[in-house]
């Protein structure tokens, strides 16, 4: 019998475990896998299996092997397909999660700290926190309007924003920096919006199957029709064209993922200070430094254009210096070469400001007095003219008073005229009577 069979011939460990998930699968009601499936133990051989010894494969008995169906081929194997796995479950929602257990591991919410100058964070943690919580409550609840001044103009969205970002973050809604950064987040995060909702309910949909109706729950119906209306008309589709070939002229695109500008040299300096303990955390990081950083690709490195700028600006700097000038700093290298390309923010993006040289300075001021001139001479010309224009009122006005005084005149002589002539008929009338009178 086959029990008496097993209880003479010691299974070995391979065998075991096979007959183990045989049990457990006839026990469970599944199919039986085949040793090599995906999910169950493979051997350590670190040799091909079809091209390994044939005796090195552990095989089994005869009387251990299942025997075959009717329906199967010759070797035992069902023609009809392997089975059919358990549908997977699905993947519970995971937003929010890390940030929650970080807000029950320190007891408070993640402060944000924005410097002065800066748009983001410096720390690499609150600037991620930030922009994923920041883009959840822009996807889940804001309307997106057709213009940023329609947000600017009513308050009440700005407010919720910040509100509902404070009830997962400590925003510090009395600091100025911090409150630009909310604000440009927010004009980040609703411009993002508005491309996804246009690229997926408008960009190649004929016109007549664009929808009329609102596809999200927080926007109304007469919102997006206003935005299919803004879409749709030419002037802005001939924007959209301008600022997509704009775009497409960009030299140097920051290679730095998700994270900005500056979080990333934030993370450079704390790494270059833990490698070099001499270097102090606040000194101030080199800008060309700052520029490969963040502009190389860990997969591809420094791209053609980056790479060209970089030696450029080296080359600036290797240039020497008149005696009794001081060196140009790397500030004014990096903004010298970068200025060729107008379409590149890269010192105004990490928040450096950039000195003015003493050229710059004079040439600054020459323009300010040209420009002070040229009011100047606008406030003396529109003088003139307004002087000009009340002398040609006072001569009109005078030729009128001059014609109505020459009418006045002639009326006068006409009246004068009349009343003579009547003096002259009264007097005749008089003597008429006298005479009429004395002969009766």
Known sequence: MRASDESQVPPSGAETRSTKRAQTAERNGDPVHDPTDARDDISDNSTTPGLADQDSIPRLADHEREPADEDSGADGLDTEGPAQR????????????????????MGRRLPITVEKGKKRPHEPVQAAKFASEAGLVIRETMPVLTHWKDYTKDKKYYEKFVADLSGRLAINT???????????????????????????????????????TSPVDYMSNAQWRDLIAKWSDPKNMQTCATNKRNHSEVKYHQTTGSRCYVATLHAYKQKRNREEHSLDLTEELDVMEAFETCHTSSKKGLSEPAREALLNMQALRAEPVVEGETPPSSVQVVSKVLSQNSSHHFLKSVGIKTPTSSKSSSSKESGLREELAAESAAVVQVELDELKKKNKEAEEKQVKTQMELEEYKKQTEKNTKELEENNALLKKLLTFHANAASST
């Open 86 to 105: 358990a549908p997977r479950r699905p993947r519970e929602a995971t937003k929010g999660k890390q940030l929650d257990k970080m807000t029950k591991a």
């Open 174 to 212: 009395k600091d100025k920096a911090t409150e630009e950064a909310c604000t440009d987040m927010m004009r980040s995060a609703i411009k993002n919006q508005r491309y996804r909702l246009k690229k997926k309910y408008f960009n190649g949909v004929p016109a007549n199957e664009i929808r009329t």
